[in-house]
């Protein structure tokens, strides 16, 4: 019973062009985290092939993870677990190919040529490990590399601090990493947050502490649909072949593109002034991209190593533009302050114009477009500030 699944972007133009598909998926990717804080985090993956409706409405071949029973979705599922729990994937491939699994910077030993199902409930394979430093990790299909994953196997796996507070003992801080092993620099940004004054001096950050949660998930691909179909005729391309002849026509965040993703509420931040954001962007494709925010300026607060693991940064300063080559983790913080050249005043009048509304464009212009020059219908986003300062 192997079958296509159809997933379908576009919320924007879905009023329109959906109601007649019966088969319609919905391609919002959902956070998956085990709820129960037993130490344990269980997960059932399955891996699917899909038609991908783009944003000029052509479709293209890809794969997809999906939570078994639920629909597929590129990026696939955000896992979310907590340091030190013992996590268990049981995957299933459902796929016409075979296929593997890893987690790129977590102990575990990758799953490699998993074969295609046959219908008997039987063939799944368990991936056990313990969840390691906290931070954003990449879930890929390794195998065939980086054909699997740039076709749609990828996903984020979040891993959170157990007692993740900046400021020790008061918990009035917290921070999405180890405290034990976090720089002194690294705490003392999330200590800032909220803060009013510091020294008697009107401080940087004033409004709220970040909280657990206020976060967004960024993962970058590309996708040239020549190969896609190439492949899912049958073509076996070679690494050095896909890596050659890739010439990507659509530069996707979250699987969207341009309008879609800038109406998309779990890749568009949106808050008070006061309310610092985490944003965990990643990057799946073969292009390096270099993502730039309008209106406030991010801190880079991590990046992946060699081999996926996040390295917590012991210098931190703001970057209006930060680098994402292929594979690329950087955890930044938007921290939601005034943008400086809003003069105070006119934000005390009753018309205040808010929403403010800013984009996130990459500043690797070829990627601002869709389908050979449809601009900008590419990689871009939106972040809106939605009212004057939130006191926390
Ligand atoms: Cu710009």
Sequence with gaps: MLRRHFLKYGSVFAAVTTASLPSLLTAKTTDLSD???????????????????????SVVPMY?????????????????????????????????RSHGFQILGQSMSAVTGLAPHDDDGEDKVRIEFVAGLPGTYFYIDGDNAPINRVLGLHGALIVEPSNGYADGKTRKKPMPYAPTVAPACLKDLFKALGEKTINGLPARFP????????????????IDPV???????GDNLSASEFLEEFHPRYFTINGLCGLDSAHDKATCPTGHVGEP???????????????????????????????????YQDNLFEHDVW??????????????TMPPDLPPAPWKMAQEKYPLRYPMHCHNEISQTSAGGSYPMGLVT????????ATG
């Excluded at 925010?293 to 693991?309: K, P, W």
Aim: proline fraction near 9%; charge should be negative.
């Design 382 to 389: 939106d972040w809106h500030i939605d009212g004057p300062l």
């Design 64 to 96: 997809a993870f999906a939570p078994v029973g639920q629909p597929p979705s590129i990026p696939g599922p955000i896992l979310r677990v907590k340091q030190g729990d013992v996590v268990r994937i049981d995957l299933r491939n459902s796929s016409t």
């Design 277 to 311: 954001a985490l944003l965990r962007t990643m990057n799946a494709g073969l292009a390096t991209h270099s993502p730039h925010i309008h209106g406030n300026h991010v801190f880079v607060l991590t990046q992946s190593d060699a081999y996926g693991a996040p390295v």
């Design 227 to 233: 190969l896609c179909r190439r492949i899912a005729a």
């Design 35 to 57: 709820a129960a804080s037993d130490g344990d985090a269980d997960f059932d993956l399955e891996i699917v092939d899909v038609d991908v409706e783009l944003i000029d409405g």
């Design 207 to 222: 409004g709220k502490a970040w909280e657990p949660g206020r976060e967004y998930v960024w993962i970058f691909n590309q």
């Design 323 to 336: 680098l994402m080559p292929p594979m690329m983790i950087k955890d930044v913080l938007l921290p939601f």
